[in-house]
C-alpha cells in the first residue's frame, strides 16, 4: 500500500507526500527484518544478519535516503534517527554515527529537547556498543542532562546504568 502511495505521489509531484511515503517503506522493511532477526536470535541465541536481511535492510537504507532528500528538517531528523539505528544494526558504525549526529543537528535546529535527547542517547548507546567509552560517557552526561530537563525517567535511570558501566570498565569503582 505505501508502494501505492509513493506511485500516486510521484504522479502529483507531491515532495511531502513522496517523503512520508519512502519512510514508511523504509520503516516497514526494516521492522519486518528486526522481526526476523529477534526470531533467529531468541533461536541460536546470537544476532547475526542473514544475508537475505542484509538485502532488504539495503532496501530500507535507500527508501530512508530518499525520505530524506525530500523531508524538511523535521523528517530528516526521523530519517537520520531511522538511518542511524538501520547503519548500526548493519555493523557500518562510523554510517550509524554520522547519521545520529545529523539527526542531533536536526533536533538542536528544531529546538527540540526530546529529539536532542532521542539522537545523543543513541550516539552514547553506539559508542558504548563500540566500546569507545570516553566519547560515549560525555553522549551519556549530556543524555542525562536532558532526561532531567524533559523528567524523562527511564532514560535518566539508564543513563546512569551506562554511566556506571562505563566508570566500572575503568575500574573507577
Known amino acids: 500500500m505505501y508502494t501505492k502511495y509513493l506511485e500516486i505521489c510521484e504522479r502529483l509531484d507531491d515532495a511531502d507526500g513522496q517523503a512520508l511515503a519512502h519512510n514508511f517503506i523504509g520503516c516497514a522493511i526494516q521492522e519486518k527484518e528486526n522481526l526476523k532477526l529477534e526470531l533467529v536470535k531468541s533461536e541460536s541465541g546470537k544476532n547475526p544478519v542473514p544475508e537475505?536481511?542484509?538485502a532488504e535492510?539495503?532496501?530500507?537504507?535507500?527508501?530512508?535516503?530518499?525520505?530524506?532528500?525530500?523531508?524538511?528538517?523535521?523528517?530528516?531528523?526521523?530519517?537520520?534517527?531511522?538511518l542511524g539505528l538501520l547503519c548500526s544494526t548493519l555493523s557500518m558504525w562510523a554510517k550509524a554515527a554520522k547519521n545520529h549526529k545529523k539527526a542531533l543537528r536536526c533536533a538542536t535546529v528544531l529546538e527540540n529537547p526530546r529529539g536532542q535527547c532521542a539522537a545523543v542517547g543513541n550516539l552514547g548507546f553506539l559508542l558504548y556498543k563500540r566500546k569507545k567509552y570516553e566519547a560515549a560517557k560525555a553522549c551519556m552526561i549530556r543524555y542525562l542532562q536532558i532526561c532531567r530537563v524533559i523528567n524523562f525517567m527511564p532514560g535518566i535511570a539508564r543513563a546512569h546504568f551506562y554511566l556506571g558501566d562505563i566508570e566500572a570498565q575503568f575500574k573507577r569503582y
Not at 535507500?62 to 523528517?75: N, P, R, V
Open 57 to 82: 535492510y539495503e532496501r530500507a537504507l535507500y527508501h530512508h535516503k530518499k525520505a530524506a532528500e525530500k523531508s524538511g528538517i523535521e523528517g530528516r531528523f526521523i530519517c537520520y534517527t531511522n
Open 52 to 54: 537475505s536481511s542484509v
